[in-house]
């Protein structure tokens, strides 16, 4: 069964709880109650051997990593990397400038051969038909 590796904005955000119930195949969950350097490895082995890399970002994230993961991952695996952001995560919104970026975000993952998919519907699709 194909595994999928789901990345992207923590910070109580919620999407996870939205995606999982639809999904048809394994994940993994990297959001744990206490982040430890074994929380740190698990996370690192996750995304290396996965068949997919999901990376869903909202207004909720309080840092740029993700979208770094994404990019990178874009470029070394794009065969497998999902990117997805949402435009609203319980009420927070992003503003038409941050909207500008993730629009450039999307166009250059999908450049380097990832996918760059729109809502969490949509990702589910595309790993259930997988």
Not at 64 to 87: G, M, Q, R, W
Not at 109 to 130: I, M, P, R, S, Y
Request: glycine share 4%; aromatic share 14%.
């Amino acid at each position: 069964m194909k595994k999928v590796f789901l990345g992207g904005t923590v910070n109580n955000s919620t999407w996870r709880n939205k995606l999982i119930p639809q999904l048809k195949v394994d994940f993994f969950n990297p959001v744990v109650e206490e982040w430890t350097d074994e929380a740190y490895k698990q996370e690192l082995y996750e995304r290396e051997h996965c068949d997919f890399c999901l990376y869903v970002v909202t207004p909720k994230m309080s840092s740029f990593y993700s979208i770094a993961e994404a990019v990178d991952d874009s470029n070394k695996h794009p065969l497998k990397t999902i990117f997805c952001y949402l435009l609203e995560d319980e009420g927070q919104k992003f503003s038409d400038f941050q909207l500008k970026s993730m629009n450039a975000i999307g166009k250059m993952v999908q450049k380097n051969g990832a996918q760059w998919l729109n809502t969490l519907d949509e990702v589910a699709l595309f790993l259930n038909k997988e």
